[in-house]
């Protein structure tokens, strides 16, 4: 059969490829069936220090110092070459000798010219070494950052602990049944925030399973406030939900202030009962309550008196958007914060004009 002469049209598709190539400010090559190389781009020489004036026609293996002779990128170009394979994306490591490895990827291509018989392959090569090494910089920064904020929430808590004996010993001392109770309430709460820490601490910076976390938190108020559990009980209930730590604090303090709430208020006189910390999350609505079958609210609600607790509670509930609600559980009390999302009656509008443009229908 008689060897296929190129005509003027396949020159010309030819001698402009090899002129955008050797144009490109991007590191390109231009390859023939054998790898051969037919043009390359002054950038790739830049980029990797090569003299290329005589590369025309020389194997791609034979560059540089044979830093380009690697197997599997031959396999793949060779694949790509036959129309069995594309190099998409195609990442390997530049070893040169007395130079840093860089780490480059390769995307090729397979040109067709007409009916052309001698194929050309398109190889374009981007190094991506710096921007790896920024994303490690930047993945190792972060590490160090939540080392250092766990660090922090550890020193946090232990100084929180020293405070809290302080107050406890002076509790102890002091001679005044008012004073004493003042000491002893701070001296809870502080332990219960430094409770917090230490479980921040410990579930890093990440999100917060508050099933667990409101349980810990629990186990750790029992330990310190109940003195017989077969007596009292504080336990935790709910599918529970997930989020961020800044959140999970505000939360934990409020359920810290009303279970505290109950074990003073609701079980007088050395009375046994159950208090029920219940959280149920579906997205943007959620429920937190901590309920217990205590003596109840009083019935005057001139009686009812709003104290420091009550205070932290309605506080940390407005910074989360949500509302405070307190109802009778007959028996005992219910203290329920509530968050829901609502839509705006705009947003409605919208939606629905939407959906019945859609259906080619006018708007209700």
């Known amino acids: 059969m008689a060897a296929h002469t190129p005509t003027h049209s396949e020159e010309a598709a030819l001698s402009l490829t090899m002129a955008v190539v050797a144009s490109s400010p991007g590191p390109l090559l231009l390859l023939d069936g054998d790898l051969n190389i037919v043009a390359a781009s002054a950038s790739f020489s830049d980029a990797f220090d090569l003299d290329l004036a005589e590369a025309p026609g020389r194997p791609l293996s034979s560059l540089g110092a044979g830093e ?25 490591d530049l070893e040169r000798p007395g130079r840093d490895v860089r780490r480059l990827v390769v995307h090729a291509q397979r040109l067709v010219y007409l009916d052309m018989e001698n194929l050309r392959l398109l190889m374009a090569v981007t190094d991506l070494t710096d921007t790896r090494a920024d994303e490690r910089l930047k993945d190792d920064a972060l590490r160090q950052n939540l080392v250092l904020l766990q660090e ?70 029992a330990a310190s406030m109940i003195a017989d559990p077969g007596q009292l009980s504080l336990s935790v209930t709910g599918a529970g939900g997930v989020v961020d730590p800044r959140t999970s604090v505000s939360l934990g303090l409020i359920v810290t202030e009303l279970v505290i709430n109950a074990l003073k208020h609701a079980f007088p006189d050395d009375r046994g009962g159950k208090i029920v910390v219940d959280c149920e999350f579906r997205g943007a609505n959620w429920t937190l309550s901590v309920a217990d079958d205590g003596v109840g609210m009083p019935n005057n609600p001139a009686h009812i008196r709003m104290g420091l607790g009550s205070s932290i509670v309605q506080a940390l509930a407005a910074q989360l958007e949500a509302t405070v609600d307190v109802a009778p559980a007959r028996p005992g009390t219910r203290v329920s914060i509530i968050h829901t999302a609502i839509a705006l009656v705009a947003d409605r509008d919208d939606a629905v004009g939407g959906a019945a443009a859609a259906l080619g229908q006018p708007a209700a």
């Open 68 to 92: 380009w002779n690697r197997p599997q990128l031959r396999a793949l170009l060779k694949a790509t070459a036959s129309g069995a394979a594309k190099i998409e994306a195609f990442e390997m």
């Open 152 to 221: 922090v929430r550890h020193r946090v808590a232990n100084s929180l602990q020293i405070i809290a004996s302080v107050l406890l010993q002076n509790a102890k001392r002091t001679r005044s049944d008012e004073t004493r109770s003042h000491l002893k309430d701070a001296h809870h709460r502080v332990m219960s925030v430094a409770a917090l820490e230490r479980q921040l601490a410990e579930t890093g910076n990440g999100p917060v399973q508050l099933l667990t976390y409101f349980t810990n938190l629990c186990d750790s108020i």
